[in-house]
């Protein structure tokens, strides 16, 4: 070796070190910050309940008795209350089982597919098989235009629900997509670059979109924010007193099963204000501005499908059957009075519907005209309720599913019967 190029060499060993000396205390600084934003306003780069739900798949895999997982996206997290389906499934079918609640924001199907394939080798290190798994179909997350949303989150969900296998498969194909997907899972505590300054970047649009409606607000609408924000205020000393441990409740938590902190779980006042919380988020300005996020966002009325998505919906669903004795698909409750779908967009839900259950063969849950909610079991155009919708619908659906288990049951019953005789 000559003399220049050992010189060589460790000129650029001295410039990686001083480089990788300089980046650690930017990179703790970094993870400061964002760890403190989280801290005290929540979940406000979208991952702290995907990275809580990661940390817990050896718990769910691990439960004893028979289990059912509902993976959806944020109508799933807001809409299913594990403890109040379990309590009805026992009740209709006679069968005990533990739920899940495994509903995130953002959760279109290219994020669903690597969260249900890495939920499928976790219970199969475990040896064992979940007994339902539901999956929930989000049309408005498998549109065009939500594949074009929000584009600098996608590597970041991506880096966070990956495995680390995943991740180092990525260095042979692409090697600047690997340091990158190393960094924000490694290095930022699951935040990239992208998403902090793409999200202030998306903040500072809609601030600007949604001038012109502030501007038009009355003096009815400006008291029903402030009302809002006091009751807000209120609920959250309440949770906070009376549940230390869960009032993160957009953390995945085994205590409550995944779910969110429910209506049984607050003192009678807690109660009221959470009722008057979504009474007064019904305001119609304030629908009316959700309705136009909604369709700008994610073309919630034609529903003009990506072919991509869809693949990998179908995708997630052939990994669900991976782990679980039954899977089916669940399309939630829509809000009839404000989500109006075009008859092009109700066209396309069906014909979609009807496909899925072709590609797949499960069966197919559609809850999108169910008569029994109504306006005031969500509280906003999308999201149903925790006073009234969540409990209302985890209700429906265990009754529904609980004619597989009471089959379950009789088949069981019959093979003893038999094995008895002989």
Known sequence: MSSSTSSSNKIAFYTMFIAAITMLPAVGLVNWLTRSAESSAGDIFG?????????????????D???AL?????????GFSPRVFDDALEQASGTRVTSFNVGM??????????????????????????????IEFNPFLVTDA?????????????????????????LWDDPERFARLVSIKYLRNGVSAEAITGGVRFLVGQA?????????LTEDQLKHIQQLSEFRSELNKYIYQEHPVTRKSHVWNPLTQGG???MMDLSPQAQTLAAKISGEMRHPKALEMDLAGRIQCCDIENLSFNDKLVDE????????????????????PRNRKWVQPSPEGQQRLAQMLAHLQQATGVTVRNYQEHEAFDESAFYDVTHLSMDAGRPLFSTILAQDVAEYFTQNNKQLSDMNGQRSLQ
């Open 105 to 134: 924001g953002n959760m279109k199907p290219s994020y669903q597919k690597i969260l249900v394939r890495r939920i499928a080798e976790t219970f199969a290190l475990h040896q064992r098989k979940a007994a339902l798994t539901l």
């Open 313 to 332: 919906f179908i995708g997630t669903v052939k990994s669900a059957q991976r782990f679980s004795d039954r899977v089916e698909i669940v399309v939630m």
């Open 70 to 78: 509902f993976v959806g996206s944020s109508l799933v997290k807001d």
């Open 260 to 262: 969110l902190i429910d």
């Open 208 to 216: 600007q979109a949604q001038a012109p409606l502030m501007n038009q």
């Open 65 to 67: 008795g028979n289990t």
């Open 146 to 170: 939500r594949q074009q949303f929000r584009p600098f989150m996608t590597e970041q969900i991506q880096a966070v629900l990956m495995s680390p296998d995943e991740v180092v498969d990525t």
């Open 47 to 63: 991952i702290q309940r995907i990275r809580s739900v990661i940390e817990s798949m050896d718990y769910m895999a691990e439960v």
